[in-house]
């Protein structure tokens, strides 16, 4: 009867725990590198911002007036003339998409959009995953959907993608 569980086929415990073991590091490996990814695209979408932040004023430094502002009234008239402003002076490119796939779009709120913006002025919007909107609001603002230089007109619950506004101040 020994004989015959030598002959036996199969994989012994230690095999068995050394293949968990790789299953386990390669999981880990790969769960890994999309958290990775997940916050190198965090990170671009806030540089992106802060750039285009950067471009609006180096545009105002060199014209003494804010891109798109035809009137020179302080706010931006329509996102295609401050892009043509931005793009004529080759500080931004309009066909510039953000990291979660949308277009950047520039627009003002005054008193009866700044119901849904919670402010008025300048500021670019981006549709992006409401947790990243609240990764970045916390990052470069104080975390509040309603408040501060970066809002959205609804909370940061869930998953699914909201506009965020960031204001230009």
Do not use: C, H
């Amino acid at each position: 009867m020994r004989k015959e569980m030598r002959d036996s086929r199969g994989f012994t415990l230690v095999e068995l725990s050394i293949g968990m073991v790789i299953i386990g590091l390669l999981t880990g490996a790969v769960l890994g590198g999309v958290q990775m990814i997940g916050n190198a695209k965090v990170r671009r979408q806030v540089k992106d911002l802060q750039g285009l932040n950067s471009a609006v004023y180096s545009f105002y430094d060199k014209t003494q007036r804010l891109p798109g502002d035809a009137n020179s009234d302080g706010s931006f008239d329509k996102d295609a003339s401050v892009w043509t402003d931005l793009e004529t002076e080759s500080l931004a490119n309009r066909t510039k998409k953000g990291p979660f796939g949308a277009a950047y779009v520039f627009d003002f709120a005054d008193a009866t959009k700044a119901k849904t913006t919670f402010r008025e002025g300048n500021f670019i919007t981006v549709t992006i995953p409401a947790d990243v909107a609240k990764n970045i609001d916390t990052q470069m603002d104080d975390g509040l959907y309603n408040k501060g230089i970066i809002t959205s007109a609804k909370d940061y619950a869930g998953t699914a993608r909201i506009t965020m506004n960031y204001f230009i101040d």
